[in-house]
């Protein structure tokens, strides 16, 4: 079945550096990825999304990256601020369901 | 737009009783989704509702169902509560007319089973 997962549970970054969260799935027909950001207390915010005949979308100080042939994609936050500290999901469709699958969570923490 | 809404937010309940949670999705959009969310297991899909109709459903058992209303609102009700039931629970809506349509998220329900 679909399997969604980030390489790294947790990641530190210094305020103002780039960010990059990482996410590696297993269906390589599945066509469609969001990017979610939770809070402590909140539902997962929709980030940026992006299609499987795109490569790469970029948002406000965000972009997302789609790597078809490894079947990874990744999400760089540019000058990461306090506001960035949260629990970052990527989510896919798999073919044919109205469901997303979700991956385990990365946890980013800005040092000040 | 208003965003997507839960009630209650927090519930606290015992083992045996069974519970009631009610959604209500963006304005105009027709699908809703339940998730569960422990920090064992992540967030996993419960089911989708589209049109009054259940769409798709996830892996939990029978105690689990839910229901759509012509209006798309949502509730989900779970019966015989078990400690393992402890989690939030999310709501999520979207247009309904295709697959690829971001699905966005309400605060949740915090439901706790003694």
């Known amino acids: 079945g679909e399997s969604v997962g980030l390489h790294l549970p947790t990641l530190s970054v210094q305020e103002g550096d780039n960010s990059i969260i990482n996410c590696a799935y297993s269906?390589?027909?599945?066509?469609?990825f969001i990017w979610y950001k939770q809070e402590s207390g909140k539902g997962p915010q929709f980030i940026i999304d992006i299609r499987s005949n795109m490569d790469k979308r970029q948002g406000q100080r965000v972009t997302v990256l789609l790597n078809k042939t490894v079947k990874h994609l990744s999400l760089q936050i540019a000058a990461t601020q306090p506001g960035d500290s949260a629990v970052y999901f990527c989510a896919s469709y798999a073919p044919g369901d109205y469901k997303l699958s979700f991956g385990a969570g990365t946890t980013v923490t800005v040092r000040a | 737009k208003a965003g997507v809404t839960q009630t209650p937010r927090y519930l606290i309940k015992t083992r045996g009783q069974q519970v009631t949670l009610s959604c209500s999705p963006i304005?105009?959009?027709?699908?809703v989704s339940w998730y569960q969310q422990t920090p064992g297991q992540g967030l996993q899909f419960l089911f989708e509702?589209?049109?009054?109709?259940?769409?798709n459903k996830g892996n939990f058992p029978g105690r689990f169902s839910g229901r759509q209303f012509s209006n798309s609102r949502s509730e989900m009700n779970v019966s015989t509560l078990e400690l393992g039931d402890s989690a939030l629970y999310l709501c999520a809506s979207s247009p309904g007319g295709t697959r690829q349509e971001t699905q966005y998220f309400g605060p949740g329900t915090r439901l706790l089973v003694l």
């Open positions: 269906n390589s027909a599945s066509d469609y």
């Open positions: 304005s105009g959009h027709r699908s």
């Open positions: 509702y589209f049109s009054e109709t259940q769409r």
